[in-house]
Every structure is written in structure tokens, then in C-alpha cells.
């Protein structure tokens, strides 16, 4: 049994890369909760936390600094909101793509251009993400 013959590696890498994100689009589950739970989320903060100013020191300074609540809440709850869609999308796309990525290595592909290819992939929608929840948080 003959393996057939590799791709070169600057073909293999935007393929890879096309598997995967492709991979990630078809998260649907993880889209919902992009649409759903980013504005919930802002939502509750916004009921929840008063425009009450936090003071706090800032040593490196020496000054003491004061901040919205509300606001310094909506930027922690969308630096949450992320982290939680990311990983989630990123343990989907890592467990559905098992089988593929076992018969791309077969294929000749390297793994460690896969791992390339998936950390882009990751690294595409963790920004569209962000940018998704920044829009959100300036309407």
C-alpha cells in the first residue's frame, strides 16, 4: 500500500486552512450563541450594574484612578462573552474534524501544518467575534 504523493506544503496550508474554517461556519450552534447571548448578555449588565465610579490605585502611578462601573462591567462582560464563544467554537471544530484531519494526514498532509491551520482558523474567528462583540457593545 503506497501513500499518494504529497501536495507541496504552499498548497497544503490554504487547504488545510480552507477545511477548517469551513469547519468553523458550520458551527451553527456556536453562531446562535454569537447572535443570542453577546446582546443578552450586554443587556443583563445594563439592568444590573449601576453608572456608580470605582476608585482604585494605580501603584505603577502612584495616583488613585476612578472609572464607570458600567462601563468597566461591559468591557469585562464582553471579554467573557468572548472567551466562552471562542473556546466553545474551537472545542466543536476540534472534536467534529477528528475524521478529516486523520484522512488529510493520510492524504500526505503534514500535522503540523493542520495545527497551523486550525490556530488560523481560530485566530479568524476570535476576531470576527470581537469585532462582532464591539459592534454590539457601541450600538
Same mark, same amino acid.
Given at each position: 500500500?503506497?501513500?499518494?504523493?504529497?501536495?507541496?506544503?504552499?498548497?497544503?496550508?490554504?487547504?488545510?486552512?480552507?477545511?477548517?474554517?469551513?469547519?468553523?461556519?458550520?458551527? /451553527?450552534? $456556536?453562531?446562535? %450563541?454569537?447572535?443570542?447571548?453577546?446582546? &443578552?448578555? !450586554?443587556?443583563?449588565? *445594563? @439592568? +444590573?450594574?449601576?453608572?456608580?465610579?470605582?476608585?482604585?490605585?494605580?501603584?505603577?502611578?502612584?495616583?488613585?484612578?476612578?472609572?464607570?462601573?458600567?462601563?468597566?462591567?461591559?468591557?469585562?462582560?464582553?471579554?467573557?462573552?468572548?472567551?466562552?464563544?471562542?473556546?466553545?467554537?474551537?472545542?466543536?471544530?476540534? /472534536?467534529? $474534524?477528528?475524521? %478529516?484531519?486523520?484522512?488529510?494526514?493520510? &492524504?500526505? !498532509?503534514?500535522?503540523? *501544518? @493542520? +495545527?497551523?491551520?486550525?490556530?488560523?482558523?481560530?485566530?479568524?474567528?476570535?476576531?470576527?467575534?470581537?469585532?462582532?462583540?464591539?459592534?454590539?457593545?457601541?450600538?
Amino acid at each position: 500500500m503506497t501513500r499518494a504523493d504529497p501536495q507541496p506544503v504552499a498548497r497544503q496550508l490554504p487547504t488545510a486552512f480552507g477545511f477548517e474554517l469551513r469547519n468553523q461556519t458550520r458551527n /451553527r450552534l $456556536a453562531w446562535t %450563541l454569537l447572535g443570542l447571548f453577546i446582546p &443578552a448578555w !450586554y443587556l443583563f449588565m *445594563l @439592568l +444590573v450594574v449601576s453608572h456608580k465610579p470605582l476608585h482604585f490605585k494605580l501603584f505603577s502611578a502612584g495616583t488613585f484612578l476612578r472609572a464607570d462601573g458600567r462601563e468597566l462591567s461591559l468591557i469585562t462582560a464582553g471579554m467573557n462573552s468572548l472567551t466562552l464563544i471562542v473556546g466553545f467554537a474551537v472545542f466543536v471544530a476540534v /472534536r467534529r $474534524a477528528l475524521q %478529516l484531519d486523520r484522512r488529510l494526514v493520510f &492524504a500526505g !498532509y503534514r500535522r503540523s *501544518l @493542520l +495545527v497551523a491551520a486550525k490556530s488560523l482558523a481560530t485566530i479568524v474567528v476570535a476576531i470576527v467575534v470581537a469585532v462582532y462583540a464591539a459592534v454590539v457593545l457601541l450600538v
